[in-house]
């Protein structure tokens, strides 16, 4: 009731003390268990208000709307569907309805934590028995990695290049290749790849080996580029050199790095078509 009150005033008129008002509601539902949330008006997440994507939910019901719609618009009943950085789960929870009872999602992440909220979110819908979890970090090199523990502020945001030398290791997680992964998995043809991996991007995709998925979302967050010395024309390169063409999110195509809607990129290979989210 009172997540429904905090919510409905949100949504309401502006006033001098609003702003006062709201967060006194939110330390009220923070000390609670896990918030239920609509998302995308259609399907049910769970949510901590602590946390500044899980907060975006709960308040506006969306997250990276493009993103989702170019997953949905993408995949077709009985599709195999892989993400790296599964996060809270909210690619994999459209990508679950997309591919039906026939199809297959598998998501990728190190980080414990993440996983447990995305197969929590997943259960949630229904959507037992169209996934499956692994807890791995991505690399061109097998071996194991320790991890600095997220920012509370971000608890799915967790990577490689993150981890610094003076932090604490809070937990070790093995590091695959996305190709033996994938071929532990399903030997199905891979229609899409999602891919946040938060500044690791050249190495798993490097990973990939033999495996080509029709098509690749990825991100390229300045913040990650800058601080893991991501070089993306070396990446496009690559990409380009395998057999891609790299797009925006809204469809063009790029010949060098240009921003793009919620820092994602598409690679397409060879004739293949897809479907981009209806310019606004």
């Given at each position: 009731m009172l997540a429904r009150v905090l919510r409905a005033y949100a949504n309401g008129p502006d006033h001098l003390s609003k702003l006062?008002?709201q967060r006194f509601l939110e330390r009220l539902l923070v000390a609670e268990p896990p918030l239920t949330a609509r998302f995308l008006?259609?399907?049910?997440?769970r949510t901590d208000l602590s946390e500044a994507i899980e907060r975006e939910v709960f308040f506006t019901g969306s997250y990276e709307?493009?993103?989702?719609?170019?997953?949905?618009?993408?995949?077709?009943?009985?599709?195999?569907?892989?993400?790296?950085?599964?996060?809270?789960?909210?690619?994999?929870?459209?990508?679950?309805?997309?591919?039906?009872?026939?199809?297959?999602?598998?998501?990728?992440?190190?980080?414990?934590?993440?996983?447990?909220?995305?197969?929590?979110?997943?259960?949630?819908?229904?959507?037992?028995?169209?996934?499956?979890?692994?807890?791995?970090?991505?690399?061109?090199?097998?071996?194991?990695?320790?991890?600095?523990?997220?920012?509370?502020?971000?608890?799915?945001?967790?990577?490689?290049?993150?981890?610094?030398?003076?932090?604490?290791?809070?937990?070790?997680?093995?590091?695959?290749?996305?190709?033996?992964?994938?071929?532990?998995?399903?030997?199905?043809?891979?229609?899409?790849?999602?891919?946040?991996?938060?500044?690791?991007?050249?190495?798993?995709?490097?990973?990939?080996?033999?495996?080509?998925?029709?098509?690749?979302?990825?991100?390229?967050?300045?913040?990650?580029?800058?601080?893991?010395?991501?070089?993306?024309?070396?990446?496009?390169?690559?990409?380009?050199?395998?057999?891609?063409?790299?797009?925006?999110?809204?469809?063009?195509?790029?010949?060098?790095?240009?921003?793009?809607?919620?820092?994602?990129?598409?690679?397409?290979?060879?004739?293949?078509?897809?479907?981009?989210?209806?310019?606004?």
């Amino acid at each position: 009731m009172l997540a429904r009150v905090l919510r409905a005033y949100a949504n309401g008129p502006d006033h001098l003390s609003k702003l006062r008002v709201q967060r006194f509601l939110e330390r009220l539902l923070v000390a609670e268990p896990p918030l239920t949330a609509r998302f995308l008006s259609k399907y049910e997440v769970r949510t901590d208000l602590s946390e500044a994507i899980e907060r975006e939910v709960f308040f506006t019901g969306s997250y990276e709307r493009a993103s989702l719609e170019f997953i949905g618009e993408n995949l077709s009943e009985g599709d195999f569907c892989v993400c790296s950085g599964s996060a809270y789960g909210y690619h994999m929870i459209v990508a679950c309805e997309k591919v039906g009872q026939s199809g297959q999602v598998l998501g990728i992440d190190p980080q414990p934590l993440a996983l447990a909220r995305t197969r929590e979110n997943l259960l949630l819908n229904g959507f037992d028995g169209r996934f499956s979890l692994c807890c791995a970090a991505l690399g061109n090199k097998s071996g194991w990695q320790g991890f600095t523990a997220p920012r509370p502020e971000n608890r799915g945001g967790c990577s490689i290049p993150a981890r610094q030398e003076h932090h604490p290791m809070d937990f070790i997680s093995r590091v695959a290749s996305l190709e033996e992964i994938i071929r532990f998995v399903s030997d199905r043809r891979v229609r899409l790849l999602v891919l946040d991996v938060e500044g690791f991007e050249a190495q798993a995709l490097e990973s990939m080996g033999s495996i080509l998925p029709d098509i690749i979302l990825f991100e390229l967050h300045p913040y990650f580029v800058e601080r893991a010395h991501v070089d993306p024309e070396e990446l496009f390169k690559f990409l380009k050199k395998i057999g891609y063409t790299v797009h925006k999110l809204d469809g063009i195509i790029l010949d060098k790095y240009d921003k793009s809607i919620e820092n994602n990129f598409v690679a397409i290979t060879g004739e293949e078509k897809c479907k981009f989210p209806a310019k606004t």
